[in-house]
């Protein structure tokens, strides 16, 4: 399957805990995504990076959130000291820019990482 | 902010009949526009995008929406729905840092 993977696909911690989950987007995509989605709700952005450059962090929820690619493949989204309010699913998606304008390209996404903070 | 809004959280429908699921877009530039699927446990899929080519465009599993820019719509149609439509529908505005909808459940009812 050459498509984006994620794992873990569940994570159940205790509130406070660290988590970390992994992306591995479609091997010749050079953007990589994240995005939050809670119940009822459409996936939120959170940040992306064009090859091993986070290109904007701004949307991240807080400075628990950090998010890393450090060879321009997969992605790592870390969780430090987890509140119930956590409790969500995260999103990975990867995308090829090239010529063409960055607002036409399709993103690929993988079927998710839900985590539930106890 | 630029945004899209989903009018409708719930669409039921009876198998074969058509299918609208209705987005319409705050207005700006002109918006590059999406529609992407989410069956349970699955990645979201792309259904179909608007680049400015076109003004009706064609997706996958006899899908297509039109862009009308008069009305800052993008509304998703079917001319007959099947089982394996019943999913989760997101309309999105722009790709990279996109927009999501808060998206539309189809319910399909034998």
């Known amino acids: 399957d050459t498509g984006v993977s994620q794992n873990p696909r569940h994570k159940i911690t205790k509130r406070g805990q660290n988590v970390t989950f992994r992306c591995d987007p479609i091997s010749e995509h050079n953007r990589l995504y994240w995005y939050r989605q809670t119940l009822g709700q459409g996936p939120e952005f959170l940040t992306y990076f064009q090859n091993e450059a986070q290109l904007e962090k701004s949307r991240l929820l807080s400075d628990r959130f950090s998010a890393e690619r450090p060879k321009g493949s997969f992605s790592t989204l870390e969780i430090q000291r987890t509140e119930q309010g956590d409790s969500a699913m995260y999103l990975c998606a990867s995308s090829l820019v090239g010529g063409g304008p960055d607002m036409y390209n399709e993103q690929f996404f993988g079927p998710g990482t839900r985590l539930t903070v106890l | 902010a630029q945004s899209v809004t989903q009018l409708d959280s719930h669409v039921s429908v009876s198998e074969g009949t058509p299918v609208l699921l209705r987005c319409n877009y705050s207005?700006?530039?002109?918006?590059?526009l999406f529609w992407y699927v989410q069956h349970p446990n699955k990645g979201l899929q792309l259904l179909l995008k608007?680049?400015?080519?076109?003004?009706l465009v064609k997706g996958i599993n006899g899908f297509e929406a039109e862009f009308k820019k008069s009305e800052t719509s993008f509304h998703l149609t079917k001319p007959s729905a099947h089982m394996s439509d019943a999913a989760e529908y997101f309309c999105?505005?722009?790709?990279?840092?996109?927009?999501f909808g808060d998206g539309t459940t189809l319910t399909v009812k034998p």
């Open positions: 207005s700006s530039y002109s918006p590059s």
């Open positions: 999105v505005r722009n790709a990279g840092k996109s927009t």
């Open positions: 608007y680049t400015s080519a076109a003004t």
